[in-house]
Nanobody, 123 residues
């Protein structure tokens, strides 16, 4: 079974930056779109960034557009989420997910999930 492991979360001041990583050590990620989700305290899980298998298509939620950048390195089986200009409302758990042959046109129907990494943005 595909296992995804997120890392890179932590405490950062408002306006700061973090880079999250999503690694799979068992199978090749290159058949999956990589999708990042954000779950704010007390709220549902929201899709925020997606990148297709070969990186030719990316999609972002309006809440992060222009501040976050998704990328991937298939040789390392790793996806990344660079988060800049962080705001207190970005606080929450960030999950990565794998979408088999995904085209980044929907936030639904993920095939595998990681357990998440916590990001806290202080004001």
């Amino acid at each position: 079974q595909l296992q995804l492991v997120e890392s890179g979360g932590g405490l950062v001041q408002s306006g700061g930056s973090l880079r999250l990583s999503c690694v799979n050590s068992q199978f090749n990620l290159d058949v999956y779109a990589i999708v990042w989700f954000h779950e704010a305290p007390g709220k549902g899980r929201e899709g925020i960034a997606c990148i297709t298998r070969d990186g030719d298509v990316t999609n972002y939620a309006d809440s992060v557009k222009g501040r976050f950048a998704i990328s991937r390195d298939n040789a390392k089986n790793t996806g990344y989420l660079q988060m800049n200009s962080l705001k207190p409302e970005d606080t929450g758990v960030y999950y990565c997910a794998g979408d088999l042959f995904g085209d980044c046109q929907s936030w639904d129907g993920m095939d595998y999930w990681g357990k998440g990494t916590l990001v806290t943005v202080s004001s």
